[in-house]
């Protein structure tokens, strides 16, 4: 158990639709993550929080949007969904900072599909 | 961002060692090169990091070339339960820090 908790588990939703994806780090954790795992794209980044601020951005998608809460938890928006972002949604933390040392403790996922 | 290439898939005998090969011919100097392993139904764990020197842990060993273009994470005796997809990440210090770029990885098969 890394201590990153990710809600739902498992989430089934239609073409059009919205869904928020939560995530609660490490207690302590400043930094949280976002990945996106699909079978045909692996493990992408998708964007970074740090203590409230984006910190940086990778291969996230317009109709995708991310924040960080006041205690600290993140929420991942995901709207007009298409069938292509079925995919596993990870969540990931550490206590932050800009060092190249930074453990990353990932949380267990939610599945998200598309129908 | 700096890429690194690994093998798509290795096979091991349980209790051997095993040498998971990466290569990161486009590193900087001040990245540092990370490990993960991903285990079916799991999200990634940490295995072990290092910047120049060879680094060893409870969880394994990681072997750097001297010219820093390549790396080695050493399984010393390989169980059913390391059978995972194991990651070779580049992570920069600085604002980028957290842009790590997972790549495909490798998927270790362990045989009984």
């Known amino acids: 158990d890394s201590g990153v908790t990710q809600t739902p588990k498992h989430l089934i939703t239609a073409t059009g639709q919205r869904v928020t994806l939560r995530c609660s780090p490490r207690s302590g954790d400043l930094s949280v993550y976002w990945y996106q795992q699909s079978l045909d794209q692996g493990l992408q980044f998708l964007i970074q929080y740090y203590n409230g601020e984006e910190r940086a951005k990778g291969n996230i998608l317009e109709r995708f949007s991310a924040q960080q809460f006041p205690d600290l938890h993140s929420e991942l928006n995901l709207s007009s969904l298409e069938l292509g972002d079925s995919a596993l949604y990870f969540c990931?933390?550490?206590?932050?900072?800009?060092?190249?040392?930074?453990?990353?403790?990932f949380g267990p996922g939610t599945r998200l599909t598309v129908l | 961002d700096a890429k690194t290439t690994q093998p798509n898939s290795m096979e091991s005998n349980e209790e051997e060692p095993v040498h998971l090969p990466c290569n990161h011919s486009?590193?900087?100097?001040?990245?540092?090169i990370h490990w993960y392993r991903q285990l079916p139904s799991q999200g990634p764990e940490y295995v072990i990091h290092?910047?120049?020197s060879n680094v060893n842990n409870r969880m394994a060993s990681l072997a750097i070339a001297e010219d820093r273009k390549s790396s080695t994470l050493i399984l010393h005796r390989a169980t059913l339960r390391d059978a995972a997809v194991y990651y070779c990440i580049l992570r920069e210090v600085g604002t980028n820090a957290g842009k790590s770029t997972f790549g495909d990885g490798t998927t270790l098969t362990v045989k009984p």
């Open positions: 486009t590193i900087s100097g001040t990245d540092y």
């Open positions: 290092g910047l120049t």
């Open positions: 990931a933390s550490n206590p932050g900072g800009a060092g190249g040392t930074d453990t990353q403790y």
